[in-house]
Structure formats: C-alpha cells, structure tokens
T-cell receptor, first 115, second 111 residues
Framework: DTAVSQTPKYLVTQMGNDKSIKCEQNLGHDTMYWYKQDSKKFLKIMFS???????INETVPNRFSPKSPDKAHLNLHINSLELGDSAVYFCASSHTSGGGTDTQYFGPGTRLTVL | QKEVEQNSGPLSVPEGAIASLNCTYS??????FFWYRQYSGKSPELIMFIYSNGDKEDGRFTAQLNKASQYVSLLIRDSQPSDSATYLCAVSSFGNEKLTFGTGTRLTIIP
C-alpha cells in the first residue's frame, strides 16, 4: 500500500498549456506539502496545507495554484506552463504537532517536462 | 549566504570505511534537523532526525549536532555500495513545519 502517491509520474507538455498533478496520502496525516526539485537537485518547498487550510505559501508564481479538497488530497494546478517549470515535483505529508519536529514522507515525484 | 549548506561532492569512500557528511545552517532558531537519502530518480526518504546537541545513533548511522557551531553531521559506518546516494540535510524551526533543504551531498561507495 503506497503511503503517498502522485499522478502522473511523468508529464510532458507544451509551453502555454495548463496541467494538474494529483497527490493522495493514506497515512492519516493532517499536513501536506508540494516541493519542487530543479535540475541541480535543489529541493524547495512551494506550499503547505494543514487540514485543507493553506499555511505555507513560498514565493511561487501565481500560475501555480494548490487545492486541497480534503486532508488526504493536495493537488497542484499550473497555468500557462513555461520552460522553467520543468522539474520534479514532490508531494509530502506529515502529522503536525506544532513543534517543527514531524517527519515528512515524500511521494514518488512527478517529472514535468515543458517543451 | 545559503540557509543550509552542504558540500555537493561527489564524496568517494571505500567500502567498509566511515563516510562523513556535513551540513551548516544559518538560522540560530533552528530546532530540528533531518537527514534524508535520495537515490537517483527516487524520492527522499528519512534516515534520521536529531533535536538535541550531541550524538544520536541508529544502526550504522550516527547524527551529530552542535547548535553553538550551527553544524550537523551524519556518519555512516561500514559503508556499503547500497549507501551510494545523495544525502540531503534539512532544517526546521519550532512551530514551523517548513523544511529548508541543503543542496545535498552525492556519496559514492567504492567496492
């Protein structure tokens, strides 16, 4: 049973298109995250949701819009895709105790390629 | 100055030797420190975390934290070829679930 799952695993699309990536966790966690890992392997947080509420919103273009229909799901929609959006996008989840000590568990990643 | 710094490597260590991975951080308010391992094409997986100054051991892995020097390290004893991966250091602050990652150190264990 996969703990954190993402679909699709690979996404190849043209510049200017709109695409979505889906994430689901079955760990019973209350916080979910989106990270972007660029070609140099630098992993940077984009968004975080706790019980469907946005709690972290880093400096990300507003073409990126997260949506959490319930605490087990966090989707990422990207409008007007640009070449620079090509990266691996990881979803993660954690239980949140408020102490900054909770382990985050990562999904398998979605490799987005914008042509 | 980067918030979390790691030597990008590659770090090459003979099989059976001790691999030492280092990480420094700039935010003195940082409370929690995590080491993740990432194999090529895979997602990061947690190896261990440390909150208190000193050493924490888990099997072949030992994490060391020195908050005064803003330094955290990971030692891997009896290195195996399967330990070859990129090791990511991550830091968070109390009350803040945001993890700030370093750029990772690529470790290669030579048989």
């Amino acid at each position: 049973d996969t703990a954190v799952s993402q679909t699709p695993k690979y996404l190849v699309t043209q510049m200017g298109n709109d695409k979505s990536i889906k994430c689901e966790q079955n760990l019973g966690h209350d916080t979910m995250y989106w990270y972007k890992q660029d070609s140099k392997k630098f992993l940077k947080i984009m968004f975080s949701y706790n019980n469907k509420e946005l709690i972290i919103n880093e400096t990300v273009p507003n073409r990126f819009s997260p949506k959490s229909p319930d605490k087990a799901h966090l989707n990422l929609h990207i409008n007007s895709l640009e070449l620079g959006d090509s990266a691996v996008y990881f979803c993660a989840s954690s239980h949140t105790s408020g102490g900054g000590t909770d382990t985050q568990y990562f999904g398998p990643g979605t490799r987005l390629t914008v042509l | 100055q980067k918030e979390v710094e790691q030597n990008s490597g590659p770090l090459s260590v003979p099989e059976g030797a001790i691999a030492s991975l280092n990480c420094t951080y700039s935010d003195r308010g940082s409370q929690s420190f995590f080491w993740y391992r990432q194999y090529s094409g895979k997602s990061p997986e947690l190896i261990m975390f440390i909150y208190s100054n000193g050493d924490k051991e888990d099997g072949r892995f030992t994490a060391q934290l020195n908050k005064a020097s803003q330094y955290v390290s990971l030692l891997i004893r009896d290195s195996q070829p399967s330990d070859s991966a990129t090791y990511l250091c991550a830091v968070s602050s109390f009350g803040n679930e945001k993890l700030t990652f370093g750029t990772g150190t690529r470790l290669t264990i030579i048989p």
